[in-house]
């Protein structure tokens, strides 16, 4: 009897596991959870996944990875659920952006189950609720941005989607991990503007870029001409003052020898026979001038008495004269006047 028991049992079971509604093993959601095992008492669960156990068609517990034991008949295995990260291609749709362009756009979503609980009790079809909530997300997040700003701003984009999604499936035990756009497709005609648009800005920085070659040529070339006439400017005032100070040395220098000839000159007067020698000196000027005449211009004033050499040489001598008698006349002057002063200095003091 025991055995008939038995027998009647395992058939039960088999018409159980037949009958079973496979709510995860369809064909399009292999990558939700594997078949669903055969309650055999001892039981092996692999590890990363959850087996959501029913007993006489309630909830009762979800099997740990490894052994468990189940009571036949009375316990069957509902749903089993992976724990590792689910990727599912969201498809193809179109979407308008907030400027009015139609975009075709599809993407990949990245899911984990959190509680297996609310994944199996929570929704009926995990998959095609996250994806229609995906694509609806997608089309309202689009409708806020611009064409350009879709380019620029993906990651923000997916932010957005991944943050709306997480907030509508946690009543379903899944978390979003990450949302990534994979293909954006525009319109032909948005395409070509684009193009377009690409070619004219590039145009615009390469005259931009001609421009300030341009500018940065002519500065250099001001610059340049500037430094050269600042150094041109102080190479002729080098040169000035260069020339200004050998004349002045030369100045100085001829002083010197005229002032060095006059002492010497002087000197030789109060020799003996000064006086003979300043006359042929005189004559021998007056001779040299006398033949210098009517070289350097057309008019000549000549002399009464041209031919009276020894009658200028007189005239000079008798001019010499008088300046040397007037010379220590007023030496005497200017000594008598500095005695004075130093007397009149010195009586306050006595």
């Keep these: ?45 692999p590890q990363q996944e959850a087996w959501v156990v029913e007993r006489m068609g309630r909830f009762h517990r979800i099997l740990e990875p490894g ?105 379903w035990g899944i978390r979003c991990l990450r949302y990534e756009i994979k293909d954006i497709h525009v319109p032909p005609r948005v395409k070509e503007s684009m193009q377009m648009q690409v070619e004219a800005e590039r145009k615009k920085r390469a005259t931009v870029l001609e421009s300030e070659g341009t500018r940065e040529s ?41 002032a060095k000839a006059i002492r010497m000159l002087s000197e030789a007067l109060t020799e003996q026979n000064g006086n003979a020698a300043a006359s042929l000196s005189v004559a021998e000027q007056y001779v040299s001038a006398f033949s210098n005449l009517a070289k350097q211009s057309n008019t000549i004033l000549l002399p009464s008495n041209t031919g009276d050499i020894s009658g200028m040489v007189t005239q000079a001598m008798t001019i010499y004269s008088t300046l040397a008698k007037t010379t220590p006349k007023v030496a005497a002057d200017a000594s008598e006047e500095k005695s004075e002063y130093l007397h009149n200095q010195s009586e306050p003091t006595q």
């Design 67 to 171: 052994l468990n034991f189940l009571i036949p008949v009375l316990d069957r295995i509902r749903y089993v659920q992976s724990l590792k990260e689910i990727v599912i291609d969201v498809p193809e749709q179109s979407a308008v952006s907030l400027d009015n362009v139609t975009l075709q756009i599809d993407g990949v979503l990245y899911l984990r189950i959190l509680d297996p609980f609310k994944a199996s009790y929570g929704v009926e079809d995990p998959e095609y609720a996250v994806t229609q909530l995906a694509q609806t997300t997608m089309r309202s997040e689009l409708g806020k941005l611009t064409l350009d700003k879709v380019f620029r701003e993906r990651e923000s984009l997916n932010s957005n989607i991944v943050h709306s999604i997480n907030q509508a499936s946690d009543d």
């Design 1 to 45: 009897m025991l055995r008939s028991l038995c027998r009647a049992g395992g058939a039960i079971l088999q018409q159980s596991q037949r009958t079973a509604p496979r709510l995860w093993v369809t064909p399009a959601q292999q990558r939700w959870a594997s078949s669903l095992p055969m309650n055999t008492v001892v039981l092996f669960v």
């Design 218 to 258: 002519a500065i250099n070339v001001a610059e340049g001409c500037k430094q050269a006439q600042i150094l041109a400017s102080e190479g002729e005032k080098a040169e000035q003052i260069n020339k200004a100070s050998g004349e002045a040395q030369a100045t100085i220098a001829k002083a010197e020898a005229k």
